[in-house]
């Protein structure tokens, strides 16, 4: 009978190894997984097929009874004659491709279990319609089965995925399966190995299948400022040459970039407004040394210019503002609440929309976040004499509803002038000072441009501190819409940038 071919692939201890005489397609790789296993060890092969690798088909070839084999079962019985199958168990879970439960007219409907050693008969054509959840179905399936087994086990389990059908199935179904293990308890493949004809090796093609984890780190950093799959990748692969190129300084600042990622995203995920925008302005520098991109022509450089689209001005110029507006954007409210509530303080003092005597603060023990939000406390609203939760105010004068009239009292001029420390003495209080308080030539203040400008901002952030404070307690009634809220953030901040001028 007519030898097959013979593959190499590296060993165990480094050195190469031979699976000789491979006659089907795949057997290859998986006798090599099996030559790589304890050879006592129990495997478990899941299969995921298209039906006509299930199907008899005389290309394949006969049997010792006459028995025309299926591209499956062929393989199946090659690996239980091959010397590396010696004193392994092997147990074969197919999961089909081409079908899951719902019932269809003219859709095959076999039984979940299919004996991979029995071929099929072969569908008709109408029998052939491929319908795309079917690979859904057979992707969550398989994803399930693999943890099943998983929890089986009480130490790290052999397990080896053989994909049998076109080019598409195969690189489609895997890859999902592989992203749905990672979520979760992850469960994460120690080889994934193909078959290089010309050089007849077998090759570890682990970084075919790891891109689609840089893919979809870069587009959650870019969506939401999430670095977590992206610095996975890259503290799996160690290697960064093939996509930073062999340049040793360009993998150097391909591995900074990631770094200022790592910042940018632990910032997002902690609302901490000062790592963010740490993050961004160190990323931005980066990106901007030399001159010019030193990632130009490499795979990760492909994405440095939908990281400045994405990040805009707050990679040359970060503020606490934009800031808040990209974070509405993306989705993340949460996060822009807390950075209104814990930063926005600070820009008032810093603009001189809203400050007190620093030296006077410091005697009560307090700064200017303790200062602002003790004096827009005071901020009343007109019927907020009734037995109802802040919540509710600030609920209907978004919503407008018109169930609740909700309307804001006009504080006194003195209620805005002075602020009264809560450790200070009767008479001790304090004066408000910002750029839009006046004086006359008399000597008289004027308040007017501090009311008309100044004190609707302050009565918008005091909304957004009511809101956040109920979303951080869990409350569940008077929560305003996700759309209402979002337009009155970017009108607040749209109003709090033209005020600073």
Same mark, same amino acid.
């Given at each position: 009978?007519?030898?097959?071919?013979?593959?190499?692939?590296?060993?165990?201890?480094?050195? /190469?190894?031979?699976? /000789?005489?491979?006659?089907?397609?795949?057997?290859?790789?998986?006798?090599?997984?099996? @030559?790589?296993?304890?050879?006592?060890?129990?495997?478990? $092969?899941?299969?995921?097929?298209?039906?006509?690798?299930?199907?008899?088909?005389? @290309?394949?070839?006969?049997?010792?009874?006459?028995?025309?084999?299926?591209?499956?079962?062929?393989?199946?019985?090659?690996?239980?004659?091959?010397?590396?199958?010696?004193?392994?168990?092997?147990?074969?879970?197919?999961?089909?491709?081409?079908?899951?439960?719902?019932?269809?007219?003219?859709?095959?409907?076999?039984?979940?279990?299919?004996?991979?050693?029995?071929?099929?008969?072969?569908?008709?054509?109408?029998?052939?319609?491929?319908?795309?959840?079917?690979?859904?179905?057979?992707?969550?399936?398989?994803?399930?089965?693999?943890?099943? @087994?998983?929890?089986?086990?009480?130490?790290?389990?052999?397990?080896?995925?053989?994909?049998?059908?076109?080019?598409? /199935?195969?690189?489609?179904?895997?890859?999902?399966?592989?992203?749905?293990?990672?979520?979760?308890?992850?469960?994460?493949? !120690?080889?994934?190995?193909?078959?290089?004809?010309?050089?007849?090796?077998?090759?570890?093609?682990?970084?075919?299948?790891?891109?689609?984890?840089?893919?979809?780190? $870069?587009?959650?950093?870019?969506?939401?400022?999430?670095?977590?799959?992206?610095?996975?990748?890259?503290?799996?692969?160690?290697?960064?040459?093939?996509?930073?190129?062999?340049?040793? $300084?360009?993998?150097?600042?391909?591995?900074?970039?990631?770094?200022?990622?790592?910042?940018?995203?632990?910032?997002?995920?902690?609302?901490?407004?000062?790592?963010?925008?740490?993050?961004? !302005?160190?990323?931005?520098?980066?990106?901007?040394?030399?001159?010019?991109?030193?990632?130009?022509?490499?795979?990760?450089?492909?994405?440095?210019? !939908?990281?400045?689209?994405?990040?805009?001005?707050?990679?040359?110029?970060?503020?606490?503002?934009?800031?808040?507006?990209?974070?509405?954007?993306?989705?993340?409210?949460?996060?822009?609440?807390?950075?209104?509530?814990?930063?926005?303080?600070?820009?008032?003092?810093?603009?001189?929309?809203?400050?007190?005597?620093?030296?006077?603060?410091?005697?009560?023990?307090?700064?200017?976040?303790?200062?602002?939000?003790?004096?827009?406390?005071?901020?009343?609203?007109?019927?907020?004499?009734?037995?109802?939760?802040?919540?509710?105010?600030?609920?209907?004068?978004?919503?407008?509803?018109?169930?609740?009239?909700?309307?804001?009292?006009?504080?006194?001029?003195?209620?805005?002038?002075?602020?009264?420390?809560?450790?200070?003495?009767?008479?001790?209080?304090?004066?408000?000072?910002? @750029?839009?308080?006046?004086?006359?030539?008399?000597?008289?203040? !004027?308040?007017?441009?501090?009311?008309?400008?100044?004190?609707?901002?302050?009565?918008?952030?005091?909304?957004?501190?009511? $809101?956040?404070?109920?979303?951080?307690?869990?409350?569940?009634?008077?929560?305003?819409?996700?759309?209402?809220?979002?337009?009155?953030?970017?009108?607040?901040?749209?109003?709090?940038?033209?005020?600073?001028?």
């Amino acid at each position: 009978m007519e030898r097959g071919d013979s593959f190499q692939g590296v060993g165990n201890d480094g050195k /190469d190894i031979t699976i /000789d005489d491979c006659k089907s397609q795949g057997e290859s790789v998986v006798r090599y997984f099996l @030559k790589l296993m304890p050879s006592d060890d129990e495997v478990d $092969i899941v299969m995921l097929c298209s039906r006509k690798t299930l199907e008899k088909d005389e @290309k394949n070839g006969i049997d010792n009874k006459g028995n025309i084999y299926s591209a499956v079962s062929y393989l199946i019985e090659r690996i239980d004659r091959s010397p590396e199958k010696g004193k392994h168990k092997i147990n074969y879970k197919v999961i089909k491709l081409y079908k899951n439960e719902l019932p269809v007219e003219h859709r095959l409907q076999e039984m979940d279990d299919i004996d991979p050693s029995i071929p099929l008969m072969p569908a008709t054509k109408e029998e052939e319609i491929h319908f795309p959840e079917d690979e859904l179905g057979a992707i969550s399936e398989a994803a399930e089965f693999i943890r099943y @087994k998983k929890l089986q086990e009480k130490r790290s389990f052999r397990l080896y995925i053989d994909t049998h059908g076109g080019l598409r /199935d195969v690189v489609l179904s895997l890859s999902a399966v592989i992203s749905l293990l990672s979520v979760g308890e992850s469960i994460r493949p !120690k080889l994934i190995s193909g078959i290089n004809m010309a050089l007849a090796r077998i090759e570890d093609q682990s970084a075919t299948f790891n891109i689609f984890n840089f893919f979809s780190g $870069i587009n959650d950093f870019l969506h939401f400022g999430n670095a977590d799959i992206l610095s996975e990748y890259f503290d799996m692969k160690k290697d960064v040459s093939y996509l930073a190129g062999a340049d040793p $300084i360009v993998q150097k600042t391909a591995k900074q970039i990631v770094k200022h990622m790592q910042k940018i995203s632990l910032g997002a995920q902690m609302s901490d407004p000062k790592a963010f925008l740490e993050g961004l !302005k160190e990323l931005g520098n980066e990106f901007e040394k030399n001159g010019g991109s030193s990632l130009k022509g490499t795979t990760l450089g492909i994405f440095e210019k !939908k990281i400045k689209d994405e990040y805009g001005s707050l990679l040359t110029n970060p503020n606490i503002l934009d800031l808040i507006i990209w974070c509405i954007d993306h989705g993340l409210i949460q996060q822009a609440l807390t950075f209104i509530e814990s930063m926005l303080p600070y820009y008032y003092w810093d603009k001189k929309l809203l400050y007190f005597d620093k030296e006077q603060l410091k005697k009560f023990d307090e700064d200017a976040y303790i200062a602002f939000n003790r004096y827009i406390g005071r901020l009343r609203f007109n019927q907020q004499k009734s037995n109802k939760e802040l919540n509710f105010f600030a609920y209907h004068l978004l919503e407008n509803t018109g169930e609740y009239d909700v309307t804001w009292a006009r504080p006194r001029n003195t209620t805005l002038r002075y602020y009264h420390p809560e450790d200070a003495a009767k008479g001790e209080d304090l004066e408000a000072k910002s @750029k839009w308080i006046n004086y006359d030539n008399y000597g008289n203040v !004027k308040m007017e441009d501090f009311r008309n400008k100044v004190v609707p901002l302050l009565q918008s952030h005091r909304i957004l501190k009511i $809101i956040r404070n109920s979303f951080n307690h869990g409350n569940s009634e008077y929560r305003v819409s996700l759309p209402k809220l979002k337009m009155f953030i970017i009108n607040y901040i749209s109003d709090l940038k033209k005020a600073k001028k």
